[in-house]
């Protein structure tokens, strides 16, 4: 028999409780579900929260590695001149000397931008820590020129944000590299060739100088004390013209142009005595007169052409370089090499009584005693002359014209006080002054002087601090530059991937050394922002076709490791020039203003109303030492690398 | 009596499951209704996520500074056309908005804000917000 009584409510029972079951396990998971994703929301705005804090991290090192790399005068010194936001840090990682710290850097960022994500509802806590990891020297090794201030080291920005009870943790993580853009040694010069060769030159309106401006200019006035001249020398950009063979530079006319003619010509007379021993000297009226002039034949008078009628038209040919600037803008330096300057010597009688001068031609000793003399010279006359010389042809070429050569430097004589005691028939003085030899310059450990040639296998440069910055060979064998190349921080395929990247809208952003594989061609002009500069070494070719304009003289240095430079531009570039294995070749009219170091150069002979003309920069000048640390440079990687902890 | 027994028991029986139902009823409407925000709350996030992206990928590319340049206001964005960003159309009842506002304390960081919400309704409840700041340079 079947019970059939508690059958309904058993059942209901049990189906309540599997339906309050199920109900109970729904909810459960539904609520777990919703806190789940409740804290995954948390946990969103954590990581949106701690990357935004990342990232015034980031924009506080950035613009503090912008401001640290800027070289005008305004941001020095940096630690008082930094924007306030940006001041704490820049503290934090620069030493007592402006450098970058070498030992680790933990610094706790504070920022509005920060107190605002604190702000915010929902957030707990925010916390930014900056830090610079312990460096590494860029070098090595030994055998390059070492600046113990370029070094290597990491910057890691770890940012920690707290929303509720969850909690996101960023790293982020870059490397610097912390060097020198200038390239030293080489921008010491404002033009170095390894393997010069002159071309001796006809001037005409087609075939101007190149002309050298070293830096500072001055008037050819002989008021300066050795040690003034010295100072200012030191400060100048140098010329080294490398080679065995005497260069001979011949003094230029300019075509008539001041501004392409050689400068500080002793072109007024200097009058002398007639000498006791010469017949003439018993006349009160007549003394003996000296006096320079260029090379030119064509714009002299008929006497003076006459009076050097012997020397070859090869002879009298001018100059390829003005080494000293111009006569409109004199400015010395000091020459390296075997360089000789040619310049003619016009010389004879002076009547004080009728102001005639009479030049006393040059001549062969056969000539001076058997006639006849160019220039007009009736043969009563001429054995007059003859007469007071005593029938001696050494007495009279003491006094009569020709060509003469001096080391290239003496012309710097002339900006001497008393320079009479340098003057033409005195080349040197009896002594020198002491202080007439340069502090930054030495050559087997001994000061060069720089009043003569400076031309040696070994030569030791100093800044004008006294640290040597290059202890090295001769200047002709260097090809290869390994203590720049090794400072590179970055790698572009091709010169066209380099300006897409880093030149964008015309404007040149790279603050450091990159290399860039095969040629580079600038076809746009390129403008460089202060603290934008640096050192592009590239593989191939470089051609110059359009104007880079460096705002307040911004180092740049183009490099062509194993190839020529080509100026294709008559406008004005601002940049240095390196080509030690090629050739540096300019068009008839260029401008530019740095430096040029090459294995050679070439100019365009062509007719060009443009200068032609190589400017020194001041600003690279390795022997400042003020300038120098200006172009110290914070290279970064492009991006972050980046982490979640 | 056993008859009685039996109908007493089957209305009882109703009558629990009847009281019964009331909150297992609740139980499984809140839980469904959890289940929908959980749902939503998903999708939101994914997409503010996505939203934020493009907005990072447009600073970076610098599309964002023309577009902000277009606008005149003071608060530079209201709603921005979000199919410039790339961004696919939501289906209802997700919406989303976006402001861009510029930072007086820097020129080169703008304040994202983002929401993205499932019910027009009950605002506060059914919507995610994101805020954070993306680099224009």
């Not at chain 1, 970058?100 to 930014?128: M, W």
């Amino acid at each position: 028999m079947i019970k059939q009584n508690g059958f309904a409510l058993p059942v209901a029972v049990i189906l309540l409780l599997v339906i309050l079951g199920l109900g109970s396990a729904y909810f459960t998971v539904s609520r777990q579900q919703l806190f789940s994703m409740n804290r995954h929301a948390a946990s969103e705005r954590a990581y949106h929260i701690a990357q935004s804090a990342l990232i015034v991290a980031q924009m506080v090192f950035d613009e503090s590695r912008d401001f640290i790399n800027r070289s005008d005068e305004d941001s020095w010194p940096k630690e008082s001149k930094a924007d306030p936001l940006l001041r704490g840090w820049i503290q934090a990682i620069l030493n007592s000397d402006g450098h970058l710290q070498k030992s680790q850097v933990e610094f706790d960022l504070e920022h509005p931008l920060i107190d605002y994500l604190r702000e915010q509802d929902g957030t707990d806590q925010i916390r930014v820590i900056m830090r610079m990891l312990p460096s590494q020297p860029i070098f090595s090794g030994t055998g390059f020129p070492i600046n113990e201030n370029e070094i290597t080291t990491v910057v890691e920005i770890e940012a920690e944000a707290l929303v509720g009870e969850v909690s996101s943790r960023l790293l982020a993580n870059r490397e610097i590299r912390y060097i020198n853009i200038i390239p030293s040694p080489l921008s010491r010069f404002t033009l170095m060739v390894r393997e010069f060769v002159e071309t001796p030159m006809q001037e005409s309106v087609n075939s101007l100088p190149m002309i050298l401006q070293n830096g500072k200019v001055l008037a050819c006035t002989p008021s300066h004390s050795p040690t003034e001249i010295s100072t200012m020398l030191e400060t100048q950009g140098w010329v080294y013209l490398g080679g065995t063979a005497e260069i001979r530079m011949g003094v230029n006319s300019g075509n008539g142009l001041i501004s392409h003619r050689s400068p500080c010509l002793l072109e007024d007379m200097y009058l002398y005595d007639v000498d006791p021993e010469d017949s003439f000297s018993s006349r009160d009226d007549l003394m003996y007169y000296t006096r320079e002039t260029h090379l030119s034949p064509q714009l002299q008078g008929a006497s003076e052409q006459e009076a050097l009628a012997l020397v070859s038209s090869d002879d009298l040919k001018t100059g390829s370089l003005l080494l000293f600037g111009s006569e409109e803008a004199f400015s010395p330096t000091i020459v390296f090499g075997p360089v000789r300057k040619v310049s003619a010597l016009l010389q004879g009688i002076y009547n004080t009584e009728n102001g005639k001068y009479s030049p006393l031609p040059l001549l062969n000793p056969s000539q001076f005693l058997g006639g006849p003399w160019p220039g007009g010279f009736t043969e009563p006359t001429r054995l007059t002359i003859v007469d007071n010389f005593d029938s001696d042809f050494a007495r009279y070429q003491i006094r009569s014209s020709k060509l003469y050569t001096t080391d290239a430097n003496f012309l710097i004589t002339r900006l001497l006080k008393d320079s009479e005691a340098f003057s033409i028939h005195s080349l040197e003085p009896a002594t020198w002054p002491e202080d007439s030899n340069l502090k930054n310059l030495s050559i087997a450990g001994i000061p060069a002087p720089w009043h003569q040639a400076v031309h040696a296998t070994a030569y030791q440069l100093k800044d004008d601090l006294g640290n040597t910055y290059f202890d090295g060979g001769d200047f002709s064998q260097l090809t290869e530059l390994p203590w720049i190349n090794r400072k590179s921080g970055y790698r572009f395929r091709s010169g066209a991937d380099f300006l897409r990247l880093q030149a964008k809208n015309g404007e040149l952003k790279l603050s450091g050394i990159a290399d860039i594989r095969g040629d580079l061609e600038i076809t746009d002009s390129l403008r460089v922002p202060s603290g934008q500069g640096g050192i592009l070494i590239v593989e191939g070719n470089i051609r110059i076709r359009a104007a880079i304009e460096a705002e307040d003289s911004e180092p740049l240095t183009l490099i062509s490791k194993t190839g020529s430079i080509e100026v294709l531009t008559s406008e004005k570039i601002e940049a240095g020039l390196v080509c030690l294995m090629g050739t540096a070749e300019f068009p008839s009219g260029f401008d530019v203003s740095g430096f040029v170091s090459a294995k050679q150069i070439q100019k365009n002979p062509l007719e060009s109303a443009q200068p032609r003309r190589i400017s020194y920069n001041t600003k690279m000048d390795p022997a400042s030492s003020v300038h120098f640390r200006r172009n110290f440079r914070m290279m970064t990687e492009r991006g972050w690398q980046l982490a979640i902890k | 009596m056993r008859r009685g027994l039996g109908l007493a028991e089957v209305v009882l029986a109703i009558a629990l499951i009847s009281l019964s139902s009331v909150p297992v009823f609740y139980l499984f409407s809140t839980s469904r209704r959890m289940q929908g925000s959980a749902k939503y709350l998903a999708l939101a996030i994914s997409e503010a996520n996505s939203m934020h992206a493009a907005i990072t990928a447009s600073g970076k590319t610098g599309v964002l500074p023309t577009l902000i340049e277009m606008t005149s206001d003071e608060n530079l964005m209201g709603e921005l056309s979000l199919s410039e960003l790339g961004l696919l159309p939501l289906k209802p009842p997700l919406w989303r908005k976006l402001s861009l506002s510029p930072m007086v304390e820097s020129t080169s960081i703008l304040k994202v804000e983002i929401e993205v919400g499932w019910d027009r309704h009950n605002e506060d409840s059914s919507r995610y917000r994101l805020m954070g700041f993306i680099r224009t340079k």
